[in-house]
């Protein structure tokens, strides 16, 4: 599986990591057969609601915002998607399968959390003196804003996904798949 591979990987380069990184990949290798273990449930999931075709590499990155707060629309502007080419690296049979929605929400999550430990590690290497304490307070607010946005987000997909629930399992069958798609990003 591709949770199998990556922990390989990262076992294999481990020694390669820097302090920070090495700590979170050890806590990770330690939880590798718990891991594998949810991997394995999550295989037995049936991929229940409809399948269609979706962007496949939907994170901040591919979108734009149109407009703004009080301009002649009045409404606040919108959001264009961009590149509905999918994730480069998979082949073009893959990316031209259709597929759960879920799979482009669990893209944009995890592009929430990677936004805010970018710009987190980004400010912390040109701010070097940062004192333990404040990388802590620091990792708390990058860690609000992500789970914010994350929750913001999923409001708002859960209020436009109502009007077509044919498109979702049952909510707790939808809840473990966003967890395994989630879950495959991170490790992807």
Same mark, same amino acid.
């Given at each position: 599986?591709?949770?199998? !591979?990556?922990?390989? /990987?990262?076992? !294999? ?22 891991? +594998?273990?949810? /991997?394995? =449930? +999550? ?7 409809? @399948?269609?075709?979706? =962007?496949?590499?939907? =994170?901040?990155? $591919? ?5 703004? %707060?009080? %301009? ?6 919108? #959001?264009? +998607? ?7 690296? @998979?082949?073009?049979? $893959? ?28 400010? $912390?290497?040109? *701010? /070097? ?7 802590? *307070?620091? &990792? ?7 789970? !914010?946005? /994350? ?12 009007? =077509?629930?044919?498109?979702?399992? &049952? ?15 991170? #490790?992807?």
């Amino acid at each position: 599986t591709s949770i199998r !591979s990556a922990l390989e /990987s990262l076992k !294999s380069k481990f020694s390669t990591l820097d302090e920070s990184s090495a700590d979170g990949a050890a806590l990770l290798l330690a939880k590798r057969r718990e891991l +594998l273990e949810q /991997s394995r =449930h +999550l295989s037995t999931l049936s991929a229940a609601g409809q @399948r269609i075709r979706i =962007h496949g590499d939907y =994170h901040l990155g $591919q979108t734009l915002r149109t407009g703004a %707060e009080g %301009e002649s629309t009045g409404s606040g502007g919108d #959001f264009v +998607l961009l590149d509905f080419e999918g994730e480069p690296a @998979r082949p073009l049979s $893959q990316r031209r399968r259709k597929q759960s929605p879920l799979k482009d929400v669990a893209g944009m999550l995890r592009s929430f959390s990677y936004v805010a430990f970018a710009g987190l590690k980004a400010f $912390q290497t040109i *701010n /070097s003196g940062i004192s333990q304490t404040d990388t802590v *307070n620091l &990792n708390q607010w990058a860690r609000t804003w992500q789970d !914010s946005a /994350s929750a913001a987000f999923l409001q708002a997909y859960r209020e436009t996904i109502a009007k =077509h629930p044919e498109l979702l399992p &049952n909510p707790s069958e939808t809840q473990s798949l966003l967890d395994a798609y989630v879950l495959e990003k991170a #490790f992807y």
